[in-house]
């Protein structure tokens, strides 16, 4: 079935660190893959997206390429700030009407 | 638009009681989730409707809670009774089926504390 594995947590980080968070799906089909973070005490909010292979989804300074060839999708940004500090998770959709999520990896910046 | 508004934010109930949980989807959108969220078992799609029609509920963890759908803009979770273990946060969301590359809108969410 359709699943999606990201890294553990927590990360911590050193304000402007360059952070990378894994993630890899399995998938029937074409999945969109997706980004979405929780700031503390909110909802999941929509990161960034990428519908097919070899698109890059990107905001707010951080990016994720769709790597169809290593089914991966891996969140980066260049350079973190305190404001980032948040739970991150990956997740994908297919056909079906169904959001598959990761585990959600916490992310802490420490100026 | 207003985005997905759940209500109440915070509930304190004590075990027994009976508990609602209420969320107004965004308007035109024709699929609605309830997911709950705790530290061990993470994100979990209890239920989703489509066009207010039920869909699959095989996520509703037992008979305590049930899940309507009135009409296109008003869903409730309910529990009765409701258990310590029921403690988590609640998030509703909702999607247009346009196409598989839209993400759902989720709502702020309802941290439900059972006592």
């Known amino acids: 079935g359709d699943s999606v594995t990201q890294m553990e947590g927590p990360v911590t980080l050193s304000e402007e660190a360059f952070l990378t968070i894994n993630c890899t799906y399995t998938?029937?089909?074409?999945?969109?893959l997706f980004w979405y973070v929780q700031y503390p005490g909110e909802g999941l909010q929509l990161l960034l997206k990428?519908?097919?292979?070899?698109d890059k989804g990107s905001n707010k300074g951080f990016e994720a390429t769709y790597r169809k060839e290593t089914t991966s999708f891996h969140l980066e940004k260049g350079s973190v700030q305190v404001s980032d500090s948040a739970v991150y998770f990956c997740?994908?959709?297919?056909?079906?009407?169904?959001?598959?999520f990761g585990t959600g990896t916490r992310l802490t910046v420490i100026p | 638009d207003a985005g997905v508004i759940q209500s109440p934010r915070h509930e304190v109930t004590e075990m027994g009681q009976e508990v609602t949980l209420r969320c107004k989807p965004i308007?035109?959108?024709?699929?609605l989730f309830w997911y709950r969220q705790t530290m061990m078992r993470g994100l979990e799609l209890l239920i989703y409707?489509?066009?207010?029609?039920?869909?699959?509920d095989s996520g509703m963890p037992e008979d305590r809670f049930s899940a309507k759908m009135p009409n296109a803009s008003f869903s409730t979770l309910k529990i009765q009774p409701s258990e310590p273990r029921d403690s988590a946060v609640y998030f509703c969301?909702?999607?247009?089926?346009?196409?598989?590359?839209?993400?759902?809108?989720f709502g702020s969410g309802t941290r439900l504390t059972v006592v």
């Open positions: 969301a909702s999607s247009f089926f346009g196409a598989s590359n839209n993400g759902y809108t």
């Open positions: 998938a029937t089909g074409y999945p969109s």
């Open positions: 990428a519908t097919k292979a070899d």
């Open positions: 997740a994908l959709r297919t056909g079906a009407n169904n959001l598959f």
């Open positions: 308007s035109g959108h024709d699929y």
């Open positions: 409707f489509n066009n207010n029609v039920p869909i699959d």
